[in-house]
């Protein structure tokens, strides 16, 4: 199986810049995922690594080491509606098929 | 575009009790899955289909759950007897077939809170 691991929570500031870092063991590794979730809601997609390296997508940018099995989501300009869980998934490669395998999610929240 | 549509949005049932889900994909996504969400923690895939064909439904109890995709589109699941412990969110995501693009983003819908009392 996959282990994923991320912080519980996190808090940073209004206009901060914050890092969520997610690290994961698995083999068969064929791309991860960040998705954002806010209280009550569904799962959104925010973006997608397979590839070393950064990932920018206007205020959100994600990270890939496959090395080191490490990737970190990067928020600028911080806002009051980025309060939200972000999970990241895994990819897998599993007998033929491609799965996805969710970790628990970095609830974070933005302060005044 | 419509997203991928869910009903109901909340469920409140008695324990022993069944019940359903209801589940529209997003059109021309071939691949569906339905999931479990525990409070505080990430999805948990329950099963997967790729058209009418449950691919993986390695993590359905089956002795309770079952779920069915008749023509690839809609797809229904079902808990009974329901326990207490079923309480959760079901969410339900679809996306295009993998071998078609690069990447297989999930797409969600908003879930259905079930409630087992």
């Known amino acids: 199986g996959q282990n994923i691991d991320q912080p519980t929570e996190m808090t940073a500031t209004e206009g901060a810049i914050v890092q969520i870092n997610c690290t994961y063991q698995?083999?068969?590794?064929?791309?991860l995922f960040w998705y954002q979730q806010h209280a009550g809601e569904a799962p959104t997609f925010l973006s997608y690594?397979?590839?070393?390296g950064l990932e920018e997508k206007g205020r959100f940018s994600s990270f890939l080491s496959r090395s080191k099995g490490y990737s970190y989501l990067l928020l600028k300009e911080l806002q009051m509606k980025d309060s939200a869980s972000y999970l990241c998934a895994v990819r897998v490669d599993s007998g033929g098929y491609q799965k996805v395998t969710f970790g628990t999610g970095t609830k974070l929240q933005v302060i005044p | 575009e419509a997203g991928v549509v869910q009903s109901p949005r909340y469920k409140i049932i008695e324990k022993k009790q069944p019940v359903a889900f209801w589940c529209n994909p997003i059109s021309g996504h071939n691949t569906l899955y339905w999931y479990l969400q525990n409070l505080g923690q990430g999805p948990e895939l329950l099963i997967r289909?790729?058209?009418?064909?449950?691919?993986?439904d390695s993590q359905l109890p089956k002795d309770r759950f079952s779920a069915e995709r008749l023509k690839g589109v809609d797809s229904t699941l079902k808990i009974q007897p329901a326990e207490l412990g079923d309480s959760a969110v079901y969410l339900c995501a679809s996306s295009l077939d993998p071998g078609q693009q690069v990447t297989d983003t999930q797409y969600f819908g908003p879930g259905t809170r079930l409630t087992v009392l």
């Open positions: 698995t083999s068969g590794f064929n791309g």
């Open positions: 690594n397979v590839l070393d």
């Open positions: 289909y790729e058209n009418e064909e449950a691919v993986d």
